[in-house]
DNA sequence: GCTTGTTACTATGATTTTCATAGCAAATAT
DNA sequence: ATATTTGCTATGAAAATCATAGTAACAAGC
């Protein structure tokens, strides 16, 4: 079995280590990104992360012991299952949307665009990257937001999909 | 020379995989929470992330040539460089605010306290967990947080700076 | 009833990373 | 001259990761 190896985590009060010894893997985060953005399925992960089938085998399994993930029967015969965020696992978010917010500012250059852009339900006007609303000022939460992929980003994940399908 | 593998970074426009490309991994995680705590010497970093000087190493330099940390000369002779962080380091600091918010609530029972609890200055009161003081609602910025650590947890950080001294 | 397709993985062996342990260099302090 | 401090580098064993291939369990079409 495959251990990411996490024990300084019941020997540290620290926070950070904590959460770390459990998502502190690019993998898993990348994982996490996917379940956020609404997929849920196997393939569909392995297809956007680009990880091996094993590394997203062994990272699921280990969020699901974890409480962050739970798997869920989408259909009985054969047997599959979809892979669903938990409580713990939605909570997760502000973390994402922090990544995005540093990732977007200082990771990419400024023509480049945002790859998603998010409207806030609560105002009806754009988001901007949080925590609070560009807007209305008011705290981000996920369900008072719709996500719209920037064209690119979509062609991008369609692309990678297309190419996964093709070669199998 | 060690590469931590970053190549997804220049082939999608998702800013969560950019940034992960460069704070993916749990030892770069737990060095920039060294050095937001103001831990800005090699020994220091080695001895409260337990990591090896290898790891340390390699970080430094990847996060060097990453633009989130430059090195400063402290001495001259003998020649000896401090780890700072660049105004890029620092704007990761919502990032670390979010992940130290999720393991305080998800990773830990409560009766085993925070590790740290801040004040915002800007109010006088205790701050919470954040992204917005929760006395006074306001965003919170790190300029404007005293940090406290808890008696519990200075004394395992100071417990593991002296077993470091001891053995070598 | 046999081939093809779908989905979710597991198996395998080479490559790469990490870990534990030790050591070095360039000074200062004694 | 010897010990100590600080910041690393060297080495070889152990573990994780990667690319590639294959399996299992069924459904659907011919």
Redo the contacts with the bound molecule.
């Keep these: 079995m495959?251990?990411?190896?996490g024990n300084i985590a019941d020997q540290t009060l620290c926070p950070v280590a904590r959460a770390e010894s459990v998502v502190g893997?690019?993998?898993t985060v990348l994982i996490l990104r996917e379940l956020f953005m609404r997929m849920h399925?196997?393939?569909?992960i392995?297809a956007q992360t680009?990880?091996?089938?094993?590394?997203?085998?062994?990272r699921?399994?280990k969020l699901e012991a974890d409480g962050i993930v739970k798997?869920r029967v989408?259909?009985k015969?054969?047997?599959?299952?979809?892979?669903q965020l938990t409580e713990k696992g939605e909570a997760f978010y502000p973390v994402i949307l922090a990544l995005r917010a540093w990732g977007e500012t200082w990771c990419k250059s400024p023509k480049e665009g945002r790859a998603v852009t998010y409207t806030h339900l609560t105002c009806g006007k754009p988001a901007g990257l949080g925590p609070a609303c560009e807007s209305c000022g008011k705290p981000l939460h996920r369900e008072d937001l719709v996500a719209e992929q920037a064209p690119k980003y979509r062609r991008e994940r369609e692309a990678r999909w297309d190419a996964f399908?093709a070669n199998?």
């Design positions: 495959n251990k990411i190896k893997d690019r993998w399925r196997f393939e569909e392995q680009g990880a091996t089938p094993q590394m997203i085998a062994a699921l399994k798997r989408y259909n015969r054969p047997l599959r299952h979809e892979y399908k199998r």
